[in-house]
């Protein structure tokens, strides 16, 4: 998604938010890095759950991506979102923008397996 956006909107500023369970599992890290330093306006936002390497802490958080880590991290809720994972994540990551008032044609998303629905209430 991150490459169809530089090369379709090369000025489109981008936030990519990547929730990863360490260091060591987190995939594209080296990829997106050297996007953003060909491209200053992607910024990217790492939540690992369980760090492997504290000194990574001091540019990434610790935790999961929650309603009120969204509400703190993102600046303008007038966005488009794009995301992809196990259907649990996004159902929460669903259910938390719509509470947050992002509607239903700012959100996309894609499934890493077969397409199933996802179990959250009808968006705002």
Not at 89 to 99: A, G, H, I, P, R
């Amino acid at each position: 998604m991150l490459h169809t956006v530089v090369k379709e909107q090369p000025n489109r500023p981008v936030t990519f938010i990547h929730a990863v369970r360490d260091e060591h599992v987190q995939a594209f890290k080296n990829e997106v890095e050297n996007l953003m330093t060909d491209h200053h306006h992607i910024n990217q936002l790492t939540v690992y759950s369980n760090p492997i390497d504290d000194r990574h802490l001091k540019r990434h958080e610790t935790g999961y991506i929650t309603k009120d880590w969204l509400e703190h991290n993102i600046r303008n809720l007038n966005s488009e979102f794009y995301f992809c994972g196990p259907t649990p994540f996004m159902e929460s990551l669903v259910q938390s923008l719509t509470e947050l008032g992002v509607t239903s044609d700012q959100v996309h998303y894609e499934f890493f397996g077969p397409k199933e629905p996802l179990n959250v209430p009808a968006h705002a």
